[in-house]
């Protein structure tokens, strides 16, 4: 007796999230790298929902823990910057000065709030993860190519790497954790174009120790 044929079964595809869905998703994300900016990685999950506006349900519908939190916004600010690293890069490549592209991306990585990669330096978030390494390498590969562009053309002094690029762009975006600074947004672009015109050649003083690489910030 034949066997009837085994018909394959269609497979489902899985549904698209809701557009609101995805945008309380995207809100609270963006509300969670404000308070890292603000408080650290011991962000208030409390406070996270409420500036993003949404319920403390809707919250943990979309992210189990602080940690799967924290992961997600570093993420998201790690493919930002880059994305403006990139965007420099080609700029460059189209003829336009390479430190002044740089002055760019710097001011561009603010507006990004950098300062809430800090879980990148908190030995319980998980750096090693494969989103995480993968993001970063992207991020890594950019920022060098630009300070490599910079040095090469002349326009950047020799003793400063691109730790220390990112470093102080960290230091000067961020108010110290707790003390609720007013209006600190207001003189971000302006104490970062000091710090720029002081990497501009030529040096006006030998800076001591050595100058910083992203593996460095890693291994801290």
Do not use: W
């Amino acid at each position: 007796m034949a066997t009837a044929p085994v018909t394959e079964q269609p497979q489902r595809r899985a549904p698209r999230p809701r557009a609101d869905a995805v945008r309380n998703r995207e809100r609270i994300v963006a509300a969670a790298r404000e308070l890292l900016v603000e408080h650290g990685t011991e962000l208030p999950l409390d406070e996270v929902a409420r500036r993003a506006g949404v319920g403390n349900a809707t919250l943990y519908r979309n992210f189990k823990d602080r940690g799967e939190l924290l992961h997600h916004v570093v993420l998201t600010v790690t493919d930002h910057v880059t994305d403006h690293a990139e965007r420099a890069l080609a700029a460059e490549e189209a003829g336009e000065d390479s430190f002044e592209v740089l002055r760019g991306f710097v001011h561009a990585a603010a507006d990004e709030r950098i300062g809430a990669l800090c879980p990148l330096l908190n030995a319980t978030f998980d750096k090693d993860h494969p989103e995480v390494v993968a993001s970063l390498d992207r991020l890594t590969a950019a920022i060098e190519d630009l300070i490599g562009r910079a040095h090469a053309a002349g326009r950047l002094r020799p003793d400063v790497g691109v730790g220390d690029l990112m470093v102080a762009l960290s230091q000067l975006t961020r108010p110290l954790p707790g003390t609720a600074c007013l209006g600190f947004d207001r003189y971000v672009h302006r104490h970062l174009q000091l710090f720029l015109d002081g990497l501009m050649t030529p040096a006006r003083s030998e800076l001591p120790g050595e100058a910083a690489t992203l593996e460095d910030l890693r291994q801290d």
